[in-house]
């Protein structure tokens, strides 16, 4: 049976547009599937109020409307049943810098961040860069399935541990973590007196109909210790346009973060604003039909590696255009360099603490990820 073109289908030469993940394989014939933005266009409302905006021609030191803030406000709301206040809102140009200032804000030189592993990498060197020790457990798994490792997480923290840095949905390990685990890392962290940055910048890329529930909400009390790092970037394809936010109900925790940006941190873009709004307000079908997309392409991996490079290991997908692989059985002391050397460009897993694992961006036209899975299968035959 046919599928239905999808607009998600088209194919853009994105070479020459300032692309970070095209620029590296510049003129060499390497498919980028390595840093997490996407190959599709923006949503079609979100091109719409740019070029509105654009036409205004001013670009001038920007400051959200309030139709902005109320944007971010009635999704959360309308999304997860969160009533967020406009003053909690605390607006970044990434959200890398909101792990880094965390790191400085939340603790002194000699403490540390606590953090599950595998990871988004500046989970690992935030904290790092800014002269603050980073204290690992490793996740566990539940047969193909990763889950917290509570025992690790027991095991790992110190007295000198004040921040949690959790990631949910997960990166690199696709998971979206159940009312349960949310319980049980509100009560790690009232138990071990932690904050808890959970960064959520992935929870619109849920697949199946998966439902997110941001850590805040878990209980109210909970509010005082976490804050929350959302965006529209991941899931609206706007990384390049650097707008992000911190939602931190506390205030007293609120001032020590913003006093800790203050004067290192520049401020948001005019179409950063822009294009977080219409995103936010017009964009959900857009964004449903993302999520299935992408669940098609998850689809196509699993049964692709299934039945072609079962030597390489996948994992329950739950969310993100993200999938980590094993490939430990492949016995390569340079995975990817050895996939690069086959026309495939993919993540290595050490950033993430992981030696034996890639990580695959299908965020992509279904051609372009049938090409890259070709290259790979390709890279493991040649080893034969
Ligand atoms: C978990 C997580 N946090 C933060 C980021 C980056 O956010 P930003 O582009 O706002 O710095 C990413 C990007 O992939 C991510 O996966």
Request: charged share 25%; aromatic share 10%.
């Amino acid at each position: 049976m046919s599928e239905q073109a999808s607009i998600f289908d088209t194919v853009y030469d994105r070479t020459e547009t300032d692309s970070q993940k095209w620029q590296k394989y510049e003129g060499k014939d390497i498919l980028p599937m390595w840093v997490a933005d996407m190959d599709f266009h923006a949503p079609e409302v979100v091109l719409d109020a740019l070029h509105e905006r654009i036409d205004h021609g001013i670009f001038g030191y920007a400051r959200p409307e309030p139709s902005c803030t109320e944007a971010v406000i009635e999704m959360l709301e309308r999304e997860y049943g969160w009533k967020v206040e406009a003053e909690w809102l605390v607006w970044l140009p990434g959200l890398v810098v909101g792990l880094n200032v965390a790191s400085r804000a939340f603790c002194q030189p000699n403490e540390s961040v606590l953090t599950t592993t595998p990871i988004y990498p500046p989970f690992i060197f935030a904290p790092k860069f800014q002269k603050r020790a980073v204290v690992k457990a490793p996740m566990g798994l539940d047969g193909d399935r990763y889950v917290i490792d509570w025992d690790a997480l027991e095991a790992a923290i110190t007295p000198d541990t004040k921040v949690f840095f959790f990631c949910n949905p997960h990166n690199p390990c696709a998971r979206v973590f159940e009312r349960q685990e949310l319980e049980k890392v509100v009560e790690f962290c009232e138990r071990h007196d932690l904050l808890c940055c959970s960064d959520e910048i992935h929870c619109e890329l849920l697949l199946d109909g998966r439902k997110h529930i941001p850590l805040a909400t878990v209980s109210e009390k909970a509010a005082e210790r976490i804050f929350t790092f959302i965006a529209p970037s991941k899931t609206y394809n706007l990384a390049g346009l650097g707008c992000s936010i911190a939602i931190i109900p506390d205030k007293e925790l609120r001032q020590r973060f913003t006093m800790a940006a203050r004067g290192i941190v520049a401020e948001v873009n005019n179409l950063g604003y822009t294009a977080c709004e219409a995103a936010y307000r017009y964009a959900g079908d857009w964004r449903d039909q993302l999520q299935r997309y992408l669940a098609g392409n998850r689809d196509f991996i699993h049964d692709f590696v299934k039945r072609e490079i079962p030597d390489i290991g996948l994992y329950q997908h739950e969310a993100t255009y993200l999938s980590w692989m094993d490939v430990s059985r492949l016995e390569l002391s340079d995975p990817v360099g050895h996939f690069e050397s086959h026309g495939i460009g993919l993540s290595d897993g050490a950033f993430f603490d992981s030696k034996k694992h890639v990580r695959l961006n299908f965020g992509c036209p279904r051609s372009t990820l049938e090409e890259g899975l070709r290259r790979l299968k390709a890279g493991v035959d040649a080893l034969k």
